[in-house]
T-cell receptor, first 111, second 113 residues
């Protein structure tokens, strides 16, 4: 499982509140990614990081920000949650042979 | 921009029958291709990948896929379905090492006894 944990695993919040999801990895991977999964869309990239303090946008980055102050942690923040951000969020890391390994996911519900 | 199309959002097969999941992609450069499987309420697990070399790739759990450049396809097969193969399967492509993955919409496989 590439030593990836995500927290929290489940969260219910209200529209307009800030939310931070955490991805933690123990194997010193340089690249980390945040995806969201919605029915019929597969997974879509939100943001990714190619090193400490180095991040870039993915295809669905509006309404999300990220931070990476340490190699092992990659945080995803919803500044003001909306119902359209109800989804399952997955963190991933890039392995040694160009494959991505995924965390267990966080199910977020915005009421 | 890359895109990945998986034909059929749901596939039903009988136990012991062939499993065939179709994936077509668009990419302007030679791609890296992946198949992932997702069991209920779990993350994605890598089944197999194509980066370079042999175009027929074998993965875990008896699955294999063939990269056909002329057809821009990377279809996934398993000769004999097992009940434990019931899951959702995702095809994905990236254009460079370390680059972001573009996923297809997924195909949910139901295995009938």
């Amino acid at each position: 499982d590439a030593g990836i944990t995500q927290s929290p695993r489940h969260k219910v919040t209200e529209t307009g509140t800030p939310v931070t999801l955490r991805c933690h990895q123990t194997e010193n991977h340089r690249y980390m990614y945040w995806y969201r999964q919605d029915p019929g869309h597969g997974l879509r990239l939100i943001h990714y990081s190619y090193g400490v303090k180095d991040t870039d946008k993915g295809e669905v980055s509006d309404g999300y920000s990220v931070s990476r102050s340490k190699t092992e942690d990659f945080l995803l923040t919803l500044e003001s949650a909306t119902s359209s951000q109800t989804s399952v969020y997955f963190c991933a890391v890039l392995g040694s042979y160009n494959e991505q390994f995924f965390g267990p996911g966080t199910r977020l519900t915005v009421l | 921009a890359q895109s990945v199309t998986q034909l059929g959002s749901h596939v039903s097969v009988s136990e012991g029958a062939l499993v065939l999941l179709r994936c077509n992609y668009s990419s302007s450069v030679p791609p890296y291709l992946f198949w992932y499987v997702q069991y209920p309420n779990q993350g994605l697990q890598l089944l197999l990948k194509y980066t370079t070399g042999a175009t027929l790739v074998k993965g875990i759990n008896g699955f294999e896929a063939e990269f056909k450049k002329s057809e821009t396809s990377f279809h996934l097969t398993k000769p004999s379905a097992h009940m434990s193969d019931a899951a959702e399967y995702f095809c994905a492509v990236s254009e460079a090492a370390g680059n972001k993955l573009t996923f297809g919409g997924g195909t949910r496989v139901l295995v009938k006894p």
